[in-house]
């Protein structure tokens, strides 16, 4: 996935004083070349980012070539049919009317409707059911036989229980208010 890291550190440097810089812009006739500030009305500080080979920096094509040949295309992540519907439902109401024609508020047609219903239903029965049985395991250990070391605390008198603890603090409360 990280394939990108080792393409760009040859073709660039790092950026000297990153965190002192709020702005940056790049221009298209300059590729490799970064102006920075700090704020709107400070300098600007301009940072050639590209390496030099034997006092020749890295051309434009070079550049290029190398993001060709080593970086693989980005393919588009799966259609998600529940977002869609949650966008449309949801979001499409409060969206400004200069927006509305952006097909990521579109109305989901019926077949993409159908598979985002059964998706979350899907997702709500799974999520039920992982709670029942952590409930359950829970419970189970509540029931299960004590451990040896739990049953010598509580013939020696200790109490175990958050419940056996509060009554035991309030007894001993009691006691020195009585000395």
Known sequence: MKVF?????????????LQSYQIFTMEESKPGVVSCRATPSDTVVVQDLRRTYD???TDAAKLHELFQVHLDKLVPP???FEKKRQMYRKVRPYVPKEYLNDPIYDAPNDEEEKIA?????????????KK??????KRGESMGEPDVEEAQANEGGLST????AKVDTQLRKRARKAQ
């Open 132 to 137: 029942k049985a952590a409930g359950d395991a």
């Open 5 to 17: 890291r080792s393409v760009v550190k040859e073709a660039y440097k790092d950026l000297k004083s």
């Open 78 to 80: 799966t259609p998600n």
């Open 55 to 57: 006092d020749i920096c």
């Open 117 to 129: 219903k059964t998706a979350g239903q899907e997702r709500r029965k799974a999520a039920a059911k």
């Open 161 to 164: 229980s958050a419940a056996e």
